[in-house]
């Protein structure tokens, strides 16, 4: 069992952060039940195999009716049994449901109330619509990836969403309940992706203070602005990655492409970068990526092939830790990190929405008179797993 084995969890469904933050928490052990709207098909949101929602996996899903009293109150009747609940609404909404902090940590106070949201539970724009790429603009992320010719570059939604969003929510949940276990107190965890992100930039303002790092996009020694901090491109059309900052390890890069023999300019000469880049990218294109691995990969030079989704499960690496792993089907990231005694395990593939209704509720408590009648009022449904 994982490190997290015994805890449980209410997840009030939502996207992005909250199931990422869900799956964090399933693959180390504990157990999560998600509150879904209620849906008239078995099919679930999409109407497809929910196999492919790999942030949906390792837990149940009940369908219930947040408009009817009866299934607010069973919401509630899990808090009552839960050590936490996370939820992704804007400000407002959950409290507006009848599910908000006040009401959940009344009926339990030892409840660990986790809050996900883009801005934050409070602030002039709080209230206000955005997605991860708005999230990461005001936190001075996305203003600093990319190069001098491309502009702001998006780095997809890994940076709000995932990194500033979800893995902040599942740390902070955790230290919250670390600290209701001493206090016999729980608390509100309010996080945001804006704040997440910019945390996230934490060395970055570091160096920018010291006068280190510039404003100017792509003249920096982490954002392509350094020759040997970057990507090149190789004869085959594929690319490879290089990362030699440390000298020693800028000296085997120079020894392995043979560039000590071309007399460059001194390796933090920053006014020769542009064009010492230029060298690069020539030197890089004489070799296919297989041929720059036979003579790089392993060595200290800080390199590794650039590789696609369909590419990188099958790299010995990946494979010798079993860094993916395969549920239903589909070939998915497998959890990490790992644990030397509690090791964490990936569950299942995600639910139907509502297809674990009956049995979610029973495991939590729920006696079988309680579930029909829920059944029989509409509060809850009950829908069939995918049939594939």
């Avoid at 020769?272 to 230029?278: A, L, R």
């Avoid at 790089?296 to 499960?313: N, Q, R, Y």
């Avoid at 070939?331 to 990490?336: E, M, N, R, S």
């Avoid at 964490?344 to 509720?361: M, R």
Wanted: proline letters at 7%.
């Amino acid at each position: 069992m994982g490190p997290l084995a015994g805890m449980k969890i209410v997840e009030l469904a939502g996207i992005g952060p909250v199931p990422f933050c869900s799956t964090l928490l399933a693959d180390m052990g504990a157990q999560v039940i998600r509150v879904d709207r209620t849906a008239p098909s078995g099919l679930g949101i999409s109407g497809k195999n929910p196999a492919f929602d790999v942030l949906g996996r390792g837990r149940k899903s009940i369908s219930v009716d947040l408009k009817n009293p009866d299934g607010v109150e069973a919401v509630l009747r899990l808090v009552e049994g839960a050590d936490a609940l996370v939820e992704g609404f804007r400000p407002g909404v959950a409290e507006r449901l009848g599910l908000g902090p006040d009401v959940c940590l009344a009926r339990n106070e030892k409840l660990v109330y986790g809050r996900m949201t883009g801005w934050g539970q409070d602030g002039p724009i709080s209230h206000a619509a955005g997605h991860d790429i708005n999230y990461i603009a005001l936190s001075g992320v996305l203003y600093s990836v990319g190069n001098k010719d491309s502009g702001p570059i998006p780095p997809l939604n890994l940076t709000g969403d995932f990194g500033g969003g979800a893995m902040f929510l599942a740390f902070g949940v955790v230290s919250a309940l670390w600290e209701a276990q001493r206090s016999g107190k729980g608390q509100v965890v309010d996080t945001s992706m804006l704040e997440g992100s910019a945390y996230l930039m934490l060395p970055i303002y570091g160096m920018h203070g010291s006068g280190f790092w510039s404003d100017e996009r792509g003249a920096n020694i982490l954002d392509t602005g350094a020759p040997f901090y970057g990507t090149y491109e190789t004869a085959d059309g594929k690319w490879v990655s290089i990362g030699s900052i440390e000298p020693k390890f800028y000296a085997e890069l120079m020894q392995k492409t043979g560039m000590d023999q071309m007399d460059l300019p001194a390796q933090m000469d920053r006014e020769s970068w542009p064009s010492v880049i230029e060298t690069y990218r020539e030197v890089f294109k004489t070799k296919t990526r297989d041929e720059w691995c036979e003579i790089m990969e392993g060595s200290d030079i800080c390199f590794a092939p650039v590789l696609s989704m369909t590419e990188a499960p099958s790299h010995p690496q990946n494979v010798a830790r079993d860094s993916f792993v395969e549920i239903a089907g589909v070939t998915q990231p497998g959890p990490a990190p790992k644990f030397s005694r509690t090791q964490a395990k990936a569950g299942g593939p995600a639910p139907v929405l509502g297809q674990d209704t009956s049995e979610g509720l029973a495991e939590w408590g729920f006696s079988q008179d309680e579930i029909a009648s829920l059944l029989t009022s509409g509060a809850v449904v009950q829908t069939e797993p995918y049939q594939g």
